[in-house]
């Protein structure tokens, strides 16, 4: 039977930043300028003011320090409030391609491996900036891949769910390997005037390598031991966005064209869902939590990644356990459990067992057990 490999993982991250002072201090007088301009409906009870956000609420209640955007100045604009990203003409690659062929040569080359060694691309992620043609297609031609490609969207899980698409393709031999890349825009699907989440997301683009065992070197790269795949339908975590509300009636500024969320509930029904998940992977290959080196876990929220942990493992674990990337990233949706395993995996030696697991809207949960050839 033939065995998936990762061999090369890629990431790229967008250069500017946005730390939380910054954000909290563009809200806040966004905030001011609302309550000015409704100050008459405010004084007369008709309309509640909006409160002030704060960096210290911000770092305590989710571990965020600062997230990579594509456009910081769109954003930072109180009379704006979300990123100016220019529509680009048919003829310039998207921004998506952009960020994918970044992430893509960079996981080739960790990989040594070159774009003809490729039969597949998979663009998996939270929101694609067009409905056709696929993303994924534009990367494979950038690339100059041959074989085929296509879109897939699975929220935060997207990356996870593309693993196994990948590793399967690779298995049953259609083929021989399989780029998984994530570029994730978050930026362009938050709301900047919520307070409750303006916070939340940041922007980067991963990208996996997933390849037959037989054309991978011994000792180079991570067998994928299992996936596992959960979904269980929420309204939890929703975007109504699409291409049925195109700004007529629908109202395409409206609230919930863009990402909402109720953060409590996620939290309290989707930790032990994800805990379980993990839990019943590793039972069913055989392995037991106190076997892993490693959890490459999705980063939404660092108390969310603690208790999870601390489920699993029956007690805490430490930050080289359960590396933390959600401080300088935020939360880049499918991108973020890839982004740990892309920067925390040199270290691990032969034979060492890591998990990588997302999880988000859907709700959907991804578990991949893998182990260091
Ligand atoms: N600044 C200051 N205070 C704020 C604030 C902000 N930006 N946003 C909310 N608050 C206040 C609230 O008003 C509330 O005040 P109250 O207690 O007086 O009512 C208090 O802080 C707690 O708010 P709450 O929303 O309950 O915070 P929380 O501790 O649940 O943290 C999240 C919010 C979103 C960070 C957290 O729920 C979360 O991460 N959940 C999981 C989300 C997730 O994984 N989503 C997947 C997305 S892909």
Not at 62 to 67: C, L, M, T, V
Request: glycine share 8%; net charge negative; with cysteine.
């Amino acid at each position: 039977m033939i065995k998936a490999v990762i061999s090369g993982t890629g990431l790229y991250t967008p250069p500017a930043t946005i730390d939380n002072d910054e954000l909290v201090e563009a809200y806040n007088a966004y905030v001011e300028l609302y309550n000015q301009r409704n100050g008459e409906a405010i004084e007369q009870g008709t309309l509640a003011p909006l409160q002030p956000s704060s960096a210290e609420f911000i770092e305590k209640a989710s571990g965020i320090k600062r997230r990579h955007v594509i456009d910081r100045e769109g954003i930072l604009d109180p009379e704006r409030m979300c990123p100016r990203i220019p529509e680009r003409s048919n003829d310039e690659p998207s921004v998506q391609c952009d960020m994918a062929v970044v992430a893509c040569k960079e996981a080739l080359a960790q990989a040594g491996r070159s774009a003809e060694d490729v039969d597949a691309v998979i663009v998996a992620c939270s929101n694609l900036q067009r409905a056709y043609p696929a993303i994924a297609v534009e990367v494979q031609q950038a690339m100059g891949i041959a074989g085929f490609a296509y879109d897939m969207n699975v929220a935060c899980s997207s990356a996870t769910f593309g693993l196994q698409a990948a590793a399967n393709a690779v298995e049953n031999g259609t083929a021989r390997s399989v780029l998984v890349v994530s570029p994730e825009i978050c930026s362009g699907h938050l709301n900047f005037t919520d307070r409750d989440s303006h916070f939340i997301f940041g922007d980067a683009c991963t990208a996996i390598l997933v390849e037959r065992e037989q054309d991978v070197a011994a000792g180079n790269g991570f067998d994928i031991l299992g996936t596992r795949l959960k979904t269980q339908f929420s309204n939890n975590i929703r975007n109504n966005f699409g291409f049925l509300n195109r700004g007529d009636e629908e109202g395409v500024g409206k609230p919930d064209k863009l990402f909402v969320q109720q953060g409590r509930k996620v939290f309290k029904e989707v930790s032990p869902m994800v805990a379980e998940t993990m839990s019943s992977h590793l039972e069913s290959l055989s392995l037991k939590a106190e076997d892993l080196r490693r959890m490459w876990l999705h980063q939404a929220n660092l108390n969310m990644n603690q208790l999870i942990a601390r489920r699993v493992l029956g007690r805490d674990a430490n930050r080289e356990e359960a590396p933390v990337i959600l401080d300088e990233y935020a939360n880049t949706s499918s991108a973020g459990s890839i982004i740990a395993f892309h920067q925390y995996k040199e270290d691990l030696v032969s034979g060492d067992l890591g998990i990588i697991c997302s999880f988000g809207a859907g709700y959907s949960i991804g578990s991949v057990v893998v182990r260091r050839r």
